[in-house]
């Protein structure tokens, strides 16, 4: 099926960042000083290559941040198996450094260019890749046409549309149709990613599920974890893991609702943003919670009631820890965050109203027993106080949640039985060529 013609928003899109390259390169510079680009490799971000392009077959993956270049570690090592180099992408800081410690030897890691179409194209230019696999929900019109111009598949993997990203595209129909019309196929997670993909003019979609279902977990140094468990000793614990602004000070205030109740209660607490650590230390202490925070080195002994862990890629380690997990994103209109992790570390889960971006998982953790969903900080306070003094429903409750889990599984196999014929089409116009 021919792609229709470019509309002229997405001409005007092109033609806007073109005249703007000297703006985002300052947006850019301004971004390192504050921390949120890494300066010594700002040039990637332009599109600028950070090291030689490996001889062979390359696939290009994206993983905007940490959530969705995770997902995409067991595909990384699948195209490997089948003879491919792995180029991974990612747009953020955190999501670099967590990725580049669990790519294999045969992948490597470097920034994403932002959407100006010279600076994607000088990318392309230099790493030449054979396949583009692009994460959940990544829709960026300059890449899409350039991909497409240079005859290279473009896979939307683990692909995600929300509620409001429809509505949003549906407002601009043409734009959304000649965008989706130009990438392979659209490999949506739930029935429901694949009606809006479809109703938004993408020719070719399945629905292959959530990859995140196959993700291993996160791994841990057991003398570590061995340690932590010893200096908490038999104190009730429990984490509040992910929390955005908002969220941290009725985390607080619950942790002060249960002293009575819980006099040893040792609350741990992980920032989505590790960077905002000192500030919800400064919060937390304005309350009367005595606290230490992991990045400078500070340790939950004794006298510690709120533990700030505001740490990179150790999420795994306090999923470990904790028989009780509360995820946030979900008390404050965010859309949630992924229960997955913690569930398949035997976790019992507690989420507030806000888990839109995760309906489908959350619905049958909830119908399983494995989550309970709690209105407000009242609510988390009192969820708390109940389970946490009963090991016995905890076990029970993550019992649940891993069997709610294992219908979902086998996103990888599916989303790799796809990918196959597209390799199929390589190896044979490699044959064909003199």
Same mark, same amino acid.
């Given at each position: 099926?021919?792609?229709?013609?470019?509309?002229?928003?997405i001409t005007a899109y092109r033609t806007?960042?073109?005249?703007?390259?000297?703006?985002?390169?300052?947006?850019?510079?301004?971004?390192?000083?504050?921390?949120?680009?890494?300066?010594?490799r700002l040039p990637e971000r332009r599109g600028v290559p950070g090291r030689v392009r490996p001889r062979g077959r390359l696939c290009w993956m994206h993983g905007a941040s940490i959530g969705?270049? +995770?997902?995409?570690?067991?595909?990384?090592?699948?195209?490997? @198996? !089948?003879?491919?180099?792995?180029? /991974?992408?990612?747009?953020?800081?955190?999501?670099?450094e967590l990725i580049g410690a669990r790519l294999p030897p045969a992948a490597f890691h470097q920034y994403v260019p932002l959407d100006a179409p010279r600076w994607i194209g000088r990318f392309l230019d230099h790493w030449r890749p054979d396949l583009a696999l692009v994460a959940e929900s990544e829709i960026w019109p300059s890449t899409i046409v350039a991909l497409h111009a240079r005859g290279v598949p473009l896979l939307l993997v683990n692909g995600r549309m929300s509620e409001r990203s429809?509505?949003?595209?549906?407002?601009?129909?043409r734009t959304a149709e000649a965008l989706l019309s130009r990438i392979a196929v659209? +490999?949506?997670?739930?029935q429901?990613?694949?009606?809006?993909? @479809? !109703?938004?003019?993408?020719?070719? /979609?399945?629905?292959t599920g959530n990859l995140k279902y196959d993700s291993a977990v996160p791994a841990v140094d057991e003398a570590h974890l061995a340690h932590l468990r010893s200096v908490v000793g038999g104190r009730p614990?429990?984490?509040?893991?992910?929390?955005?602004?908002?969220?941290?000070?009725?985390?607080?205030?619950?942790?002060?609702?249960?002293?009575?109740?819980?006099?040893?209660?040792?609350?741990?607490?992980v920032p989505r943003h590790p960077h905002r650590g000192a500030e919800i230390a400064s919060e937390v202490a304005g309350l009367g919670l005595r606290t230490a925070r992991r990045a400078q080195g500070g340790w939950p002994h004794g006298a510690i009631d709120l533990y700030v862990a505001d740490t990179l890629g150790e999420l795994g380690l306090f999923y470990r820890l904790c028989p009780l997990v509360f995820l946030g994103g979900s008390l404050v209109p965010h859309g949630g965050q992924n229960p997955i992790e913690p569930t398949r570390l035997k976790?019992?889960?507690?989420?507030?109203?806000?888990v839109e971006n995760f309906t489908q998982v959350y619905r049958a953790l909830d119908a399983a027993g494995g989550a309970l969903a709690v209105a407000d900080e009242r609510d988390l306070a009192a969820a708390v106080a109940d389970l946490l003094p009963d090991p016995r429903r905890l076990r029970a409750m993550a019992a649940a949640g891993g069997a709610a889990l294992l219908p979902f599984e086998g996103a990888l196999d599916r989303t790799l039985a796809v990918i196959e014929p597209f390799i199929a089409q390589m190896t044979l116009s490699a044959m064909a060529r003199p």
């Amino acid at each position: 099926m021919k792609a229709p013609p470019l509309p002229l928003s997405i001409t005007a899109y092109r033609t806007g960042l073109t005249l703007a390259e000297p703006a985002l390169s300052g947006l850019l510079a301004f971004r390192a000083r504050r921390g949120k680009e890494d300066t010594a490799r700002l040039p990637e971000r332009r599109g600028v290559p950070g090291r030689v392009r490996p001889r062979g077959r390359l696939c290009w993956m994206h993983g905007a941040s940490i959530g969705e270049a +995770l997902s995409l570690v067991g595909l990384v090592d699948g195209m490997i @198996a !089948r003879g491919f180099s792995v180029l /991974v992408t990612t747009g953020t800081r955190s999501a670099a450094e967590l990725i580049g410690a669990r790519l294999p030897p045969a992948a490597f890691h470097q920034y994403v260019p932002l959407d100006a179409p010279r600076w994607i194209g000088r990318f392309l230019d230099h790493w030449r890749p054979d396949l583009a696999l692009v994460a959940e929900s990544e829709i960026w019109p300059s890449t899409i046409v350039a991909l497409h111009a240079r005859g290279v598949p473009l896979l939307l993997v683990n692909g995600r549309m929300s509620e409001r990203s429809f509505k949003g595209w549906g407002r601009t129909p043409r734009t959304a149709e000649a965008l989706l019309s130009r990438i392979a196929v659209c +490999l949506a997670q739930t029935q429901e990613d694949a009606e809006r993909f @479809a !109703r938004l003019g993408a020719p070719r /979609v399945s629905v292959t599920g959530n990859l995140k279902y196959d993700s291993a977990v996160p791994a841990v140094d057991e003398a570590h974890l061995a340690h932590l468990r010893s200096v908490v000793g038999g104190r009730p614990v429990w984490a509040a893991a992910s929390t955005h602004p908002g969220e941290d000070a009725m985390v607080a205030r619950a942790h002060l609702a249960l002293k009575d109740r819980l006099p040893d209660l040792l609350t741990v607490l992980v920032p989505r943003h590790p960077h905002r650590g000192a500030e919800i230390a400064s919060e937390v202490a304005g309350l009367g919670l005595r606290t230490a925070r992991r990045a400078q080195g500070g340790w939950p002994h004794g006298a510690i009631d709120l533990y700030v862990a505001d740490t990179l890629g150790e999420l795994g380690l306090f999923y470990r820890l904790c028989p009780l997990v509360f995820l946030g994103g979900s008390l404050v209109p965010h859309g949630g965050q992924n229960p997955i992790e913690p569930t398949r570390l035997k976790a019992a889960v507690l989420h507030g109203p806000h888990v839109e971006n995760f309906t489908q998982v959350y619905r049958a953790l909830d119908a399983a027993g494995g989550a309970l969903a709690v209105a407000d900080e009242r609510d988390l306070a009192a969820a708390v106080a109940d389970l946490l003094p009963d090991p016995r429903r905890l076990r029970a409750m993550a019992a649940a949640g891993g069997a709610a889990l294992l219908p979902f599984e086998g996103a990888l196999d599916r989303t790799l039985a796809v990918i196959e014929p597209f390799i199929a089409q390589m190896t044979l116009s490699a044959m064909a060529r003199p």
